[in-house]
């Protein structure tokens, strides 16, 4: 028997969960969840990690249904160690379009469009109706929001997140619009220059968080 975990069992583990279901047919597909769940989670077992490995199977994998990025980089090289490998789920009518080269692990919500000459690091988040466009080159551990909009020629850095809403502006071929490590667009802010590593934005167009 193999086995999928969708690990995460709250809003976005569940939201994943029915894609699995569509994409894979050949696995027994369970919860993963190291805090405090039920037995069973809409009609799946919801296992604890230490459960899910000492589970008898031909082969393990994990998708990561975390939007915490820290904590996806963290669960990602606990699986890695104990040689549990990541699926990629994706919506059925995601659009990808030509030479996009996908890292590990990604989870990509229905709705989602990736154009053509993009590059994405590994364990990438893209919610429900969010976007990449052309020549973007994006880093590990990313966080798409539900309709986060990046157009073309955008660098993004490992554990950036981008909000709900927001929209990246485009850059330009060989002097992309940088977006940071680390850092957060908010909800609805539209992003027309660089963001610093670690740094907030909000607001249109997008500016700093000052307390
Ligand atoms: N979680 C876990 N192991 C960890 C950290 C988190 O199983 O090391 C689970 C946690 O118990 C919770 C889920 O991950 O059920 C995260 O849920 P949350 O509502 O915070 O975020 P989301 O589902 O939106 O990513």
Redesign the pocket.
């Known amino acids: 028997m193999k086995i999928v975990g969708v ?7 569940r939201g994943v969960m029915p894609l699995a279901r569509h994409q894979i047919s050949d696995a027994y597909l369970v919860f ?4 405090d ?1 039920p037995s069973m989670v809409n009609g799946h077992p919801c296992h604890s990690w230490d459960e899910f490995l000492a589970t008898p199977a031909e082969s393990k994998q994990v998708a990561i ?4 990025s820290r ?1 996806r980089k ?2 990602s090289e606990k699986c890695a160690v104990n040689g549990v490998g990541f699926v990629e789920i994706r919506a059925g009518n995601v659009v990808e379009m030509d030479d996009v080269v996908l890292g590990p692990g990604a989870i990509l919500s229905p709705f989602v469009t990736l154009t053509s000459n993009i590059r994405i690091g590994s364990h990438f988040h893209a919610n429900l109706y969010s976007y990449v466009e052309h020549d973007c080159l994006i880093g590990d551990y990313v966080t798409f929001a539900p309709g986060a909009r990046c157009n073309g020629n955008v660098l993004i850095k490992d554990h950036a997140y981008i909000g709900a809403g927001a929209t990246i502006r485009q850059g330009k071929p060989g002097s992309p619009l940088r977006i940071g490590k680390g850092a957060i667009v908010g909800m609805g802010a539209v992003v027309t220059k660089d963001v610093p590593d670690g740094v907030t934005v909000v607001g249109i167009p997008a500016r700093p968080l000052t307390k």
């Open positions: 690990y995460g069992a709250s809003g976005c583990g993963i969840d190291d805090g769940h249904a975390i939007s915490d904590i963290r669960l």
